[in-house]
């Protein structure tokens, strides 16, 4: 409801929404869970009353935290988001006394939710998800977007295109990630450490030279890599390499007069 999502001036409208989602969701018959402290008779009321108008059995799930626990794991939260440890220590109380009065409020069934199987099908999902980005499921899988995932996630895989037929990067693949008019190329090394091990490059301006005909390759190991290539946050990083300038220690070296010597090395080897 609002952009801070600490805000509790938002509650009475994320309240409103939610009653909203529940009851299109419960008009369809649909399995709900409502994932809210609910500590207060008068906000439980609200729920059972939409679940008992779509003639749906409503359970109360108890999560039975102790209360020193609540209030440690306050202070790992960002402060927008800490509870006062008072209004824990009510809540909690408050969740303790409301107990005995679930069924009578309406509820169809009360349960601890240490006792509910959620480890089943919390790997069942993931396992699905698995054997579906696999291709083990009869579908096609992520094929060759599998590498990409695993360095960047999977939420970049829709942008994803290979470049095959490109040959700016030698032998090695190349690969585009583009919204409209802003994009970055990236290219595949099958070998970086000369030991086999392959890794993600993305192409950066050269740091050495404005005119540079060369490319100018950076390390790219996770998605923040990328948001730093396209901001300019990169564009001095040390580990560049320009195929025709080399890398920066290359350029001091060419300050101490051992110049020519790197350009060549660098230039013949692409
Ligand atoms: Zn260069």
Same mark, same amino acid.
């Given at each position: ?5 600490? /805000?509790? =001036? ?8 939610? *009653? ?12 709900? %869970? ?29 999560? =039975?935290?102790? *209360?020193?626990?609540? $209030? ?15 209004? $824990?220590?009510?809540?909690?109380? !408050?969740?303790?006394?409301? &107990? =005995? ?5 309406? +509820?169809?069934?009360? %349960? +601890?939710?240490?006792?509910? &199987? ?8 993931? =396992?699905? *998800?698995? $054997? ?34 490109? !040959? ?14 802003? &994009?970055?190329?990236? /290219? *595949?090394?099958?070998?970086? #450490?000369?030991?086999?091990? $392959? ?21 790219? &190991? ?6 730093? !290539? ?25 300050? #101490? ?14």
């Amino acid at each position: 409801m609002a952009d801070d999502c600490g /805000d509790q =001036s938002a509650t009475a409208d994320a309240v409103d929404t939610m *009653l909203l989602i529940v009851n299109r969701r419960l008009a369809r018959g649909l399995n709900t %869970v409502v994932d809210a402290t609910s500590v207060l008779a008068k906000d439980r009321a609200l729920l059972v009353d939409v679940a008992q108008k779509h003639n749906m059995p409503v359970i109360a799930v108890l999560v =039975s935290t102790p *209360l020193p626990v609540c $209030i440690k794991r306050q202070q790992t939260r960002p402060a927008n988001r800490r509870v006062p440890e008072d209004t $824990i220590t009510a809540q909690h109380r !408050a969740m303790v006394h409301s &107990y =005995s009065n679930l069924r009578s409020e309406g +509820f169809n069934d009360v %349960v +601890f939710s240490d006792s509910l &199987y959620r480890l089943e099908p919390f790997l069942e999902q993931i =396992s699905n *998800l698995r $054997i579906r980005e696999l291709g083990q499921g009869g579908d096609d899988g992520l094929g060759d977007l599998m590498l990409p995932r695993r360095f960047f996630g999977p939420e970049l895989l829709s942008l994803w295109r290979w470049k095959d037929g490109s !040959a700016l990067a030698g032998d090695d693949r190349v690969a585009e990630i583009r919204i409209g008019q802003q &994009y970055l190329t990236l /290219d *595949l090394r099958t070998d970086v #450490d000369g030991e086999g091990s $392959i890794g993600f490059e993305v192409l950066l301006p050269c740091p050495f030279d404005d005119e540079c005909d060369g490319e100018a390759w950076a390390p790219a &190991y996770t998605v923040t890599d990328l948001w730093g !290539a396209l901001t300019g946050d990169r564009d001095q990083d040390p580990d560049i390499v320009c195929t025709v300038h080399g890398s920066f220690d290359d350029v001091d070296q060419e300050a #101490d007069d051992h110049a020519g010597q790197a350009l060549h090395e660098t230039s013949g080897s692409v």
